[in-house]
């Protein structure tokens, strides 16, 4: 199981982003992935999750700016992120779970995160 995350970086408020996540097969069948985020000092939160059917959830502080999306034949789960904002600023993590993928709690596995900075 491996979960690799790219993508990141450095951009201007206003600025969009991609980022990307290399699974491994059996990690991308799983029924859920998500992107989690982490600021100095804070707690690592779900930003946006889709599960196996593509049903797609977000935190409401990205509703309508981020996208997640999965393509499941090159086995890489993806974020969009538009309109970026200094307070985006984060370790973005790629996170997958066996059941419901809503809460860190629920996350089986991990990335190591890729930096975002506005």
């Known amino acids: 199981v491996q979960l690799v995350e790219s993508g990141g970086g450095s951009v201007q408020a206003g600025g969009s982003l991609r980022l990307s996540c290399a699974a491994s097969?059996?990690?991308?069948?799983?029924?859920?992935m998500a992107w989690a985020r982490q600021s100095p000092g804070q707690e690592r939160e779900v930003v946006a999750s889709?599960?196996?059917?593509?049903?797609?959830t977000y935190a409401d502080v990205v509703k309508g700016l981020f996208t997640i999306s999965r393509d499941n034949a090159r086995n890489t789960l993806f974020l969009r992120m538009n309109n970026l904002k200094p307070e985006d600023t984060a370790m973005y993590f790629c996170a997958a779970a066996r059941g419901n993928c809503d809460t860190v709690g629920q996350m089986h596995y991990w990335g190591q995160g890729t930096q975002v900075t506005v």
């Open positions: 097969i059996d990690t991308i069948r799983r029924p859920c």
């Open positions: 889709i599960d196996g059917d593509g049903r797609t």
